[in-house]
Protein backbone atom coordinates (compact mmCIF):
# COMPACT_ATOMS: atom_id res chain seq x y z
CA UNK A 1 0.00 0.00 0.00
CA UNK A 2 1.40 3.49 -0.99
CA UNK A 3 0.80 6.67 1.40
CA UNK A 4 0.78 7.40 4.30
CA UNK A 5 -2.36 6.95 7.03
CA UNK A 6 -2.60 10.91 7.07
CA UNK A 7 -3.49 10.98 3.65
CA UNK A 8 -5.82 13.00 2.36
CA UNK A 9 -7.63 10.14 0.21
CA UNK A 10 -10.75 9.29 0.64
CA UNK A 11 -10.23 5.67 -0.31
CA UNK A 12 -6.72 4.49 0.16
CA UNK A 13 -4.56 3.55 -2.75
CA UNK A 14 -3.90 -0.06 -3.02
CA UNK A 15 -0.66 0.01 -5.09
CA UNK A 16 3.09 -1.17 -4.64
CA UNK A 17 5.61 -2.73 -7.33
CA UNK A 18 5.32 -6.03 -8.92
CA UNK A 19 1.41 -5.73 -9.44
CA UNK A 20 -0.04 -7.35 -12.95
CA UNK A 21 -3.01 -5.02 -13.38
CA UNK A 22 -3.90 -1.65 -11.39
CA UNK A 23 -7.39 -0.33 -12.13
CA UNK A 24 -8.35 2.84 -12.20
CA UNK A 25 -11.60 4.11 -11.10
CA UNK A 26 -12.68 7.62 -11.58
CA UNK A 27 -13.66 9.02 -8.14
CA UNK A 28 -15.13 6.93 -5.22
CA UNK A 29 -18.85 7.26 -5.12
CA UNK A 30 -20.43 8.84 -2.10
CA UNK A 31 -21.38 5.49 -0.87
CA UNK A 32 -17.82 4.16 -1.29
CA UNK A 33 -16.18 7.62 0.69
CA UNK A 34 -18.78 6.80 3.30
CA UNK A 35 -17.55 3.44 3.55
CA UNK A 36 -13.61 3.90 2.92
CA UNK A 37 -14.05 1.18 0.31
CA UNK A 38 -13.83 0.31 -3.43
CA UNK A 39 -17.06 0.44 -4.77
CA UNK A 40 -19.01 -0.24 -1.98
CA UNK A 41 -22.34 1.10 -3.25
CA UNK A 42 -24.46 -2.74 -3.46
CA UNK A 43 -25.51 -1.98 -6.98
CA UNK A 44 -21.90 -1.96 -8.29
CA UNK A 45 -20.91 -5.01 -10.18
CA UNK A 46 -17.28 -4.61 -9.63
CA UNK A 47 -16.53 -7.07 -7.14
CA UNK A 48 -18.99 -9.54 -9.10
CA UNK A 49 -17.70 -9.32 -12.08
CA UNK A 50 -14.03 -9.20 -10.86
CA UNK A 51 -14.86 -13.06 -9.68
CA UNK A 52 -16.70 -13.85 -12.69
CA UNK A 53 -14.51 -13.17 -15.19
CA UNK A 54 -11.43 -14.58 -12.93
CA UNK A 55 -9.22 -12.04 -11.70
CA UNK A 56 -9.85 -12.83 -8.11
CA UNK A 57 -10.56 -16.64 -7.35
CA UNK A 58 -13.29 -15.69 -5.36
CA UNK A 59 -16.21 -13.32 -4.58
CA UNK A 60 -15.03 -10.33 -2.33
CA UNK A 61 -16.65 -7.61 -0.76
CA UNK A 62 -15.48 -3.73 -1.16
CA UNK A 63 -14.18 -3.92 2.09
CA UNK A 64 -11.70 -6.64 1.40
CA UNK A 65 -9.67 -4.66 -0.96
CA UNK A 66 -6.61 -4.71 0.20
CA UNK A 67 -6.74 -8.12 -0.55
CA UNK A 68 -5.97 -7.69 -4.21
CA UNK A 69 -2.77 -7.66 -4.48
CA UNK A 70 -2.49 -11.45 -3.39
CA UNK A 71 -3.61 -11.68 -6.80
CA UNK A 72 -1.21 -9.29 -8.53
CA UNK A 73 -4.29 -6.61 -8.80
CA UNK A 74 -4.20 -2.91 -7.03
CA UNK A 75 -6.06 -0.46 -7.37
CA UNK A 76 -6.30 3.62 -7.18
CA UNK A 77 -8.70 6.33 -8.78
CA UNK A 78 -8.19 9.51 -11.02
CA UNK A 79 -9.63 11.85 -8.82
CA UNK A 80 -8.47 10.75 -5.34
CA UNK A 81 -9.83 13.94 -3.09
CA UNK A 82 -13.38 14.00 -4.42
CA UNK A 83 -16.33 12.13 -4.33
CA UNK A 84 -19.15 11.63 -6.30
CA UNK A 85 -20.52 11.03 -9.92
CA UNK A 86 -18.43 11.92 -12.63
CA UNK A 87 -20.33 14.33 -13.93
CA UNK A 88 -20.66 16.29 -11.22
CA UNK A 89 -16.84 16.28 -9.93
CA UNK A 90 -15.13 19.76 -10.03
CA UNK A 91 -12.24 20.64 -12.21
CA UNK A 92 -9.87 20.50 -9.41
CA UNK A 93 -10.78 17.12 -9.07
CA UNK A 94 -8.82 15.37 -11.82
CA UNK A 95 -5.24 14.37 -10.79
CA UNK A 96 -4.19 12.88 -13.87
CA UNK A 97 -0.21 13.68 -13.65
CA UNK A 98 -0.34 12.49 -10.08
CA UNK A 99 -1.89 9.19 -11.34
CA UNK A 100 0.90 8.93 -13.95
CA UNK A 101 3.51 9.44 -11.08
CA UNK A 102 2.20 6.18 -9.31
CA UNK A 103 2.32 4.26 -12.87
CA UNK A 104 5.68 5.20 -13.20
CA UNK A 105 6.92 4.51 -9.06
CA UNK A 106 4.96 1.54 -8.91
CA UNK A 107 5.15 0.04 -13.02
CA UNK A 108 2.29 -2.59 -13.50
CA UNK A 109 2.25 -4.29 -16.55
CA UNK A 110 -1.22 -3.07 -17.31
CA UNK A 111 -3.85 -0.47 -16.43
CA UNK A 112 -7.28 -0.43 -16.74
CA UNK A 113 -9.16 2.58 -16.42
CA UNK A 114 -13.21 1.52 -15.08
CA UNK A 115 -14.73 4.19 -16.68
CA UNK A 116 -14.35 6.08 -20.15
CA UNK A 117 -14.84 9.22 -18.27
CA UNK A 118 -11.58 8.52 -16.04
CA UNK A 119 -9.53 7.08 -19.16
CA UNK A 120 -10.27 10.69 -21.01
CA UNK A 121 -8.90 12.54 -18.01
CA UNK A 122 -5.59 11.39 -18.07
CA UNK A 123 -5.29 10.17 -21.89
CA UNK A 124 -6.80 13.76 -23.26
CA UNK A 125 -8.90 12.01 -25.81
CA UNK A 126 -12.67 12.42 -25.85
CA UNK A 127 -14.85 9.63 -24.89
CA UNK A 128 -16.23 8.74 -27.69
CA UNK A 129 -12.77 8.14 -28.95
CA UNK A 130 -12.16 5.28 -26.51
CA UNK A 131 -13.16 2.13 -27.60
CA UNK A 132 -13.42 -0.39 -25.07
CA UNK A 133 -10.35 -2.72 -24.73
CA UNK A 134 -7.03 -2.84 -25.19
CA UNK A 135 -5.53 1.01 -26.05
CA UNK A 136 -3.05 1.22 -29.28
CA UNK A 137 -0.42 3.99 -26.71
CA UNK A 138 0.44 2.96 -23.48
CA UNK A 139 0.43 4.95 -19.93
CA UNK A 140 4.03 5.20 -18.45
CA UNK A 141 5.09 2.37 -19.91
CA UNK A 142 2.03 0.02 -19.39
CA UNK A 143 -0.57 -1.47 -20.95
CA UNK A 144 -3.82 0.65 -21.26
CA UNK A 145 -7.17 -0.91 -21.10
CA UNK A 146 -10.45 0.65 -20.98
CA UNK A 147 -13.76 -1.16 -19.66
CA UNK A 148 -17.18 -0.33 -19.26
CA UNK A 149 -17.87 0.98 -15.98
CA UNK A 150 -19.54 -1.24 -13.12
CA UNK A 151 -21.51 1.33 -11.29
CA UNK A 152 -25.02 1.53 -10.85
CA UNK A 153 -25.38 4.45 -13.56
CA UNK A 154 -24.27 2.28 -16.18
CA UNK A 155 -25.80 -1.00 -15.80
CA UNK A 156 -27.76 -0.23 -19.38
CA UNK A 157 -25.01 -0.29 -21.09
CA UNK A 158 -22.66 -2.85 -19.44
CA UNK A 159 -21.53 -5.34 -21.56
CA UNK A 160 -18.97 -8.19 -19.71
CA UNK A 161 -16.62 -8.89 -22.71
CA UNK A 162 -13.93 -6.04 -22.47
CA UNK A 163 -13.62 -7.22 -18.84
CA UNK A 164 -13.40 -11.04 -19.95
CA UNK A 165 -10.45 -10.08 -22.39
CA UNK A 166 -8.78 -8.14 -20.15
CA UNK A 167 -8.93 -11.07 -17.49
CA UNK A 168 -7.51 -13.34 -20.45
CA UNK A 169 -4.97 -10.59 -20.67
CA UNK A 170 -3.94 -10.88 -17.34
CA UNK A 171 -3.71 -14.87 -17.02
CA UNK A 172 -1.49 -14.68 -20.13
CA UNK A 173 0.80 -12.44 -18.07
CA UNK A 174 0.69 -14.35 -15.06
CA UNK A 175 1.63 -17.50 -16.78
CA UNK A 176 4.55 -15.64 -18.22
CA UNK A 177 5.80 -14.35 -14.78
CA UNK A 178 8.49 -17.56 -13.08
Excluded at 7 to 24: E, F, H, M, N, S
Excluded at 142 to 162: D, I, Q
Amino acid sequence: MSGPSSDPYLVPDVLQPGLTLVLIGTAPSKISARAQAYYANPQNKFWSVLHSVGLTPRQLSPHDYALLPTWGIGLTDVAKRHSGVDAALPAEAWAPEELRQKIRTHAPQVVAFTSKRGASEVLGKATGRLPYGVQTDLLEGAEVWVLPSTSPLGHTHFVLEPWQALAERVAELRGLRV
